[in-house]
């Protein structure tokens, strides 16, 4: 929606595209609270928000400037009208959502700020999911969000995909991708760590920015591939109570084995170009748990090998987690936790919930129960909503401790 109105109002009018978008929403809270959730709500959404647009026009047409590419037309009743209905289209607004991305990239601003703009603008991201998908501060992404828009709101037209910069900028939309992705895969959400939505979004967006060929490189190929094959899994990562369950337990018949092959295609078509991107790296790990049988039957020397290589080109406290974890299950839990404790800038997973939760499940095996505990009781203090709290509570439990309830 934001898109669409963008394309009629221009990119230095977004915030009044952001706040026809918010009229909408207050307006289905009145009317849906009344007369209940309509059959098809985008639908309603966007037909609310094409008409608020038509009444700003209307009524700001000689008085505010618009995107330039559709201000001129905007003089007649008729002309308003079918240029509305034609920024609402469908194909449309792919097309604006796409020069939308990457007039978020603009050099003038860091990568971070980009790839903040990219998820509070086209992904509905507020300041604290975006703090917690970068690990940092609040305040440093509402300082990112509001310089972004600035510098954003002083272009006069959206990016042009034919533009020069063109590649530069897709770094930092696949990477924002990748986020939205993370997100809703293992993200900070208060309601619930899985949020399937966010997922397919951006597994959507990032299709979409694989039919534009120039942006169909065997980067994005590995992006797109690790995105399906992590997807894949959803189905399991969740019980029917709601609750986490990890990966050794998950039942496998439930993963969705269209998006495995799908994911494994994407993957193979991402090794024709000479670079071995994170991406890549990751992707690949994501298809060796795809394609094993069972825990057991996994290659987890492989998949080692394949942290060694990504801690060597993109390291960081999460990876050197993960690879932790895989090191454990090839090494033995003594090798595990030799791995933990030697994670470089551990103060940055202090919040992190499943660092201390993985160093209770290594203690566990080795038969340290006590300690186990102590690890899982400070995971749960960490918990950030009420399925990761049930999986902890339950884990000190199996570490012979007491219900925090009891």
């Known amino acids: 929606m934001v898109a669409a109105l ?16 918010q009229d909408a929403f207050c307006r289905a809270l009145e009317v849906w609270k009344a007369r209940g959730v309509p059959e098809n709500p985008s639908a309603w959404l966007m037909a609310t928000a094409k008409n608020r647009a038509l009444d700003v026009v209307r009524r700001e047409r000689t008085a505010r400037a618009f995107a330039p590419e559709v201000g001129r037309l905007l003089e007649t009743e008729w002309t308003t009208a079918a240029i509305v209905d034609e920024a609402f289209a469908a194909h449309t607004i792919s097309d604006e959502q796409l020069r939308m991305m990457f007039s978020c990239c603009d050099p003038r601003l860091p990568e971070e700020a980009q790839v903040a703009l990219i998820l509070n603008i086209l992904c509905g991201f507020g300041a604290n999911e975006i703090a917690n998908a970068f690990l940092t501060g609040r305040t440093a ?17 959206l990016f042009d995909l034919a533009d020069a910069d063109f590649a530069p900028r897709l770094r930092a ?17 208060r309601e619930s760590p899985v949020r399937v939505e966010l997922c397919h979004e951006a597994i959507r967006l990032t299709a979409l920015l694989r039919e534009y060929p120039p942006a169909a490189t065997p980067e994005t190929n590995a992006l797109a591939a690790l995105m399906s094959l992590h997807a894949a899994r959803l189905p399991a990562r969740l019980d029917t109570a709601g609750d986490l369950t990890p990966l050794v337990e998950q039942d496998r018949a439930r993963w969705d084995r ?102 209770g499940e290594l203690e566990l095996r080795r038969g340290n129960g006590a300690v186990a505990r102590e690890y899982f009781s400070a995971a749960l203090g960490l918990a950030r909503n009420p399925a990761e709290r049930r999986f902890l509570e339950k884990r000190v439990l199996a570490a012979g401790g007491h219900s925090p309830a009891a």
């Open 6 to 21: 963008t394309r009629i109002f221009g990119v230095h009018n977004l915030a009044l595209a952001e706040d026809v978008v």
């Open 258 to 359: 269209g998006l495995i092959a799908e994911g494994l295609a994407l993957l193979e078509q991402s090794a024709a170009g000479d670079e071995v991107s994170p991406y890549h790296v990751e992707a690949a790990i994501a298809a060796a748990h795809a394609s094993a049988p069972n825990v057991a039957e996994t290659d987890w020397a492989g998949i080692v090998s394949l942290y060694d290589r990504l801690m060597t080109i993109a390291p960081s406290p999460v990876v050197a987690l993960n690879r932790a974890i895989a090191v454990a299950e090839r090494d033995g839990a003594e090798c595990g936790l030799e791995a933990l404790h030697g994670i470089a800038d551990r103060e940055r997973l202090e919040e992190y919930p499943f660092y201390p939760a993985a160093l």
């Open 173 to 189: 939309v696949r990477r924002a991708l990748y986020l939205l992705f993370n997100e809703g895969y293992h993200g900070a959400s």
């Open 141 to 157: 992404v509402e300082k990112r969000i509001s310089r972004g828009k600035k510098v954003l709101g002083s272009s006069r037209r």
